[in-house]
């Protein structure tokens, strides 16, 4: 099934000690993407990635940090996490070929991370 | 940057149809125009994607007049289950390709019985 993965679900965590919130796809997708979702803010894209070692900010990237060593794998960082990082984390792919501006994107259940 | 902009909510009743415009006024030549839908802690779900005029799917149809400033989710005879976030997206006008999307606020659709 094709699908994006993302682990943990749930997590939470205090002030300071650095995380890891993986995201896996198995569709072959060049680009995936990290959004976080507040009440009222809607989505926001934190970090994207075109391919492999091709990675680049969003609109909200402060805190965050991304690799992308294998393409169907963009964990995302958070070296020093602080409460207002607390939020509803999604990870998206799609396919790197675009044509004529063609964006499906698929997103993964989620990441809902607390900082106490 | 192409920013949309919709209605942060709408209230209907099943049965109706529910059209939800979406303004998009930078929007690049050769952008399209999808609109996803969110339940509750649940992942964003693409619905439709359109260029121009109409496109229709078994979900919904997506009206685009010409000149593209604007875009209409149209969802024939809602339910209960059509109660969602719905996302308007176009792609972005000034780093085409680059992957870089815009999410608007998105409007809640509460659908009553």
């Known amino acids: 099934e094709a699908q994006v993965t993302q682990n943990p679900r749930y997590l939470i965590t205090v002030t300071g000690k650095k995380l890891t919130v993986t995201c896996s796809q198995n569709m072959n997708h060049e680009y995936m993407s990290w959004y976080r979702q507040d009440p009222g803010l809607g989505l926001r894209q934190i970090y994207y990635?075109?391919?492999?070692?091709?990675?680049d900010k969003g609109d909200v990237p402060e805190g965050y940090k991304v690799s992308r060593k294998e393409k169907r794998n963009f964990p995302l960082i958070l070296e020093s996490p602080s409460p207002n990082q607390t939020s509803l984390y999604f990870c998206?792919?799609?396919?790197?070929?675009?044509?004529?501006?063609?964006?499906?994107?698929?997103f993964g259940p989620g990441t809902r991370l607390t900082v106490t | 940057l192409a920013k949309t902009t919709q209605p942060i909510s709408m209230d209907s009743y099943e049965g109706q149809e529910v059209n939800i415009t979406c303004s998009h006024n930078n929007i690049a030549t050769n952008d399209y125009i999808t609109w996803y839908q969110q339940f509750p802690s649940q992942g964003p779900r693409f619905i439709i994607q359109?260029?121009?005029t109409k496109v229709t799917n078994e979900v919904a149809s997506l009206f685009i007049p010409a000149d593209r400033k604007s875009s209409t989710l149209s969802l024939p005879r809602v339910s209960l289950s059509d109660t969602a976030v719905y996302y308007c997206?176009?792609?972005?006008?000034?780093?085409?390709?680059?992957?870089?999307?815009?999410f608007g606020q998105g409007t809640t659709l509460q659908v009553k019985p």
């Open positions: 990635s075109m391919n492999v070692e091709v990675t």
């Open positions: 997206l176009v792609g972005d006008g000034e780093r085409r390709n680059t992957g870089k999307l815009i």
């Open positions: 998206a792919s799609r396919p790197g070929q675009v044509f004529r501006g063609y964006y499906e994107q698929y």
């Open positions: 359109g260029y121009k």
